[in-house]
């Protein structure tokens, strides 16, 4: 068992000796940390001192098997040494001359390598400033943009700036400032283009009027342009002036309207050539600034707050253009002012509107035209109602007309305008009947109510053509010779033509039916004839200076307007294109009017008669005591019968009826103011001369109504006006008492017409002269009992009086 110990040792112990030979010296440790963990330490060293001295022996064996080869090498090494130093001499000899001669390239060396140093140093800057100058440029950039004013490009530059090129180079300090300045930049342009947008709201504030003139020119072309192309659909090329189509359209109005110099077109367009481009809103007004302003605020996520901004001055701006003038109503140029800041506020935020997506939309302008039509309309029938010049008012239509227009071809509803106009038309008609009572007043006054002699076939024709007038007899006679009817017969005949073309003209371009044409024509023209020219006519009428010669002429006058009332009718369905058969078309009345206007003239003519003969009879001086007659009729009364005779001769002309009327009329009025004066208080005595001489009076009257001053009466009817004077005066002349007082009451009574109570008065009368007179005195017992005649005549008169109340 020692044995087998002492083997397994020994062959540790020569694996371990074969290890330290082929192992290297560096891992050798391990190797002898095995032999001091063993046991066998000592019997280890003594096997590793016997293997050394086995080296030993071979090395020794070794070396005396080499040595005379080493001795050799020996004498070459000495032999070499020699050589080497020569050549250390000799590299030493170099080597000093390489170092004085390299000291040159060592400091060229040193230069190269500090030249290397700063490229180096040049390449990094060179590579750091690549980087940083694009930063310097988009931010020198930007300044530029800022100085310029084009902030939209700024902001897109901050933009990249801050996002592109900053975050490249943010370590440098200058790059940081940068970044601080960036939302002072933001805040600089935001501030700046709000700037801007205000300059742009003040430049279209200041604008609006030029626009809105602008836009009503080229609604006015358009307008004209569609009235040439409707009137000539066949006509191609060659463009018209504008110049040559107003023409044409002025010559057109005079050949229809009288009135065309009056009522000329407000909005005539300037004498420019047809092809010449009016500018629009954009040509006038920079719109870059809103744009700007709004891309702006939506970079910067303000879209909304802009939005108000800009809607909120706008409305601020729309009740300022919304306010007219106080004195807008005196010109039209007020008007026309007031129409084109509203139209320019409209047709601005319309291209706005299209230009830009959602700043403002369709319900806002909506609002904004419901809040301007409101208080359009509210201005319009306020200042409308101030005028009174006919001409401005249709001017004033036509200008709301342009203006509805315009506003109608950029989409906004203009309904209650042309509505609004239809009110204006009412006053617009009242102003025309003031005005044309202006004219009728004229027209009447200055007229010498005399029927108009014409010389020559020229004269005659020309009146015939302006009044509808035909009579073979009068046509038959030879020059010169007189028309029945004065001259305010044609006058006013053409104005009243003259006022239906002015109620024509206003109902133009109002998108009016023909029929609704031909109504408001025909009632504007009854209106005309039964209040102004009817008044007018009653105004002369009733004129404290007007003459019979007068009366009988408006008389004349009015008949022959009564029957002009068809032609009328025929003027007023040849320019609507309304047969009078149409179902609810208005009828005028000027049949009415002329028939009410004669009517009055005939009653004018017996109250004026009647007043003459009144002033005839205050002429008469009857003495009431005379004993015996004269010897012919009282002068006054053929002075009034001389008149009468004239003035019945003036007559001719009249209507059979009228004349008969006024002379029947006359005779009775008389009657009665001779019966009166018979009659009256103040003639308290009556003698049988005075009488007589009254009876004479009474017979003149009686002789002119015989004569046939009027032709047409029957037999003895106008006698018959005086038929009580003359019963009357019988009755006393003849003393017929017992006739009267025997036949009274009966039908067949020679004196009819005498009433006991006038044949008592008048007893009375020459009873108290009886009484008094002192020139029958030789016969006081006739005297006597012509007083008791007297006094039972009277008694019984009294009795038949008092049964007659009974």
């Not at 007189?482 to 003209?505: D, G």
Request: glycine letters at 4%.
């Amino acid at each position: 068992m020692a044995e087998l110990e002492s083997l397994e040792t020994a062959a540790e112990h020569e694996r371990i000796l074969r290890e330290i030979e082929s192992t290297d010296t560096a891992c050798i440790g391990p190797t002898l940390r095995s032999v001091y963990d063993g046991e066998e330490h000592g019997r280890f060293m003594e096997k590793l001192e016997a293997r050394i001295r086995n080296h030993d022996r071979e090395i020794e064996k070794m070396c005396n098997f080499h040595y005379q080869g080493f001795v050799d090498s020996i004498t070459e090494l000495l032999k070499v040494r020699g050589e080497a130093q020569k050549l250390k001499n000799q590299v030493t000899d170099t080597n000093r001359k390489l170092q004085s001669e390299g000291k040159e390239l060592i400091i060229a060396m040193e230069e190269l390598k500090q030249c290397r140093l700063q490229q180096r140093n040049i390449s990094a800057t060179v590579d750091k400033l690549t980087l940083c100058l694009p930063v310097l440029e988009m931010y020198s950039k930007l300044r530029e943009q800022m100085k310029s004013k084009r902030h939209y490009p700024a902001l897109k530059t901050l933009e990249h700036l801050e996002h592109t090129y900053l975050p490249q180079v943010s370590h440098y300090r200058f790059c940081k400032v940068m970044v601080d300045n960036i939302p002072k930049l933001r805040e600089e342009i935001k501030e700046v283009s709000m700037s801007d947008l205000k300059d742009f709201l003040e430049s279209i504030r200041k604008h609006s009027d030029k626009i809105g003139e602008m836009a009503m020119k080229q609604a006015q072309q358009q307008r004209n342009l569609d009235n040439i192309v409707s009137q000539h659909p066949r006509i191609s090329g060659g463009k018209k002036s504008k110049k040559e189509a107003c023409a044409g359209s002025d010559l057109e109005v005079k050949n229809t309207s009288p009135m065309s110099e009056q009522d000329s077109g407000i909005l005539d367009v300037e004498d420019e050539e047809e092809d010449e481009e009016v500018p629009g809103a954009q040509e006038l007004v920079d719109f870059s600034p809103v744009y700007r302003c709004l891309h702006i605020y939506t970079v910067l996520g303000a879209r909304e707050t802009f939005e108000n901004y800009y809607r909120k001055q706008r409305r601020k701006q729309a009740r300022l253009v919304l306010q007219p003038p106080s004195n807008m109503h005196e010109t039209l140029d007020g008007y026309r002012k007031y129409f084109n800041q509203i139209v320019g506020f409209f047709v601005v935020e319309d291209h706005i509107l299209h230009t830009t997506q959602g700043l403002v939309n369709r319900a806002y302008i909506d609002e904004l035209w419901e809040m301007a039509l409101s208080k359009t309309i509210a201005a319009l029938r306020t200042h409308s109602s101030y005028c009174s010049d006919p001409s401005l008012v249709l001017d004033l239509k036509n200008l709301i007309v342009l203006f509805a227009d315009t506003l109608q071809g950029y989409g906004f509803p203009v309904n209650q305008l042309f509505d609004m106009l239809l009110e204006i038309q009412d006053q617009y008609s009242e102003t025309l009947l003031k005005k044309w009572s202006g004219v009728f007043r004229n027209i009447l006054d200055s007229d010498n109510y005399s029927p108009i002699p014409v010389t020559n076939e020229e004269i005659y024709k020309k009146i015939v053509g302006q009044f509808p007038f035909q009579d073979a007899e009068l046509e038959k006679q030879p020059f010169p010779k007189k028309f029945p009817f004065s001259e305010f017969v044609p006058k006013v005949y053409n104005q009243i033509k003259e006022f239906i073309y002015a109620c024509l003209k206003f109902s133009e371009d109002l998108h009016l039916s023909s029929t609704e044409v031909d109504d408001m024509i025909r009632k504007s023209t009854n209106l005309l004839l039964t209040r102004t020219l009817s008044n007018c006519l009653q105004n002369v009428i009733k004129r404290k200076n007007v003459g019979l010669t007068e009366l009988v002429q408006i008389i004349i006058n009015t008949t022959h307007l009564e029957k002009s009332c068809k032609f009328l009718e025929e003027f007023i369905t040849n320019i609507t294109n309304v047969l009078p058969e149409t179902v609810h078309t208005t009828k005028l009345y000027g049949t009415t009017t002329f028939k009410d206007a004669r009517h009055a003239a005939e009653e004018e003519i017996y109250t004026n008669l009647n007043q003459k003969i009144d002033q005839f009879l205050q002429l008469a001086d009857y003495d009431w005591m005379a004993l015996e007659p004269g010897s012919r009729a009282s002068d006054y009364l053929v002075d009034l019968i001389g008149f009468l005779r004239s003035t019945f001769a003036v007559f001719t002309h009249l209507p059979g009826k009228v004349a008969q009327t006024a002379c029947m009329s006359a005779c009775k009025h008389l009657s009665t103011s001779l019966m009166q004066l018979l009659l009256e208080a103040e003639v308290r005595q009556l003698t049988l001369g005075a009488l007589q001489q009254f009876n004479l009076d009474v017979e003149e009257c009686e002789q002119f109504a015989r004569s046939g001053p009027v032709p047409g009466f029957q037999g003895d009817t106008l006698q018959l006006a005086f038929i009580d004077l003359r019963q009357l005066l019988d009755l006393f002349i003849q003393w017929d008492w017992s006739t009267y007082l025997a036949d009274y009451g009966q039908p067949t009574c020679k004196y009819l017409r005498v009433n006991p109570t006038t044949a008592l008065v008048l007893l009375e009368k020459m009873r108290d002269t009886s009484r008094k007179n002192n020139v029958f005195a030789q016969f006081r017992k006739n005297e006597r009992d012509k007083q008791k005649l007297i006094d039972t005549v009277a008694k019984q008169l009294r009795g038949l009086i008092n049964s007659h109340h009974s």
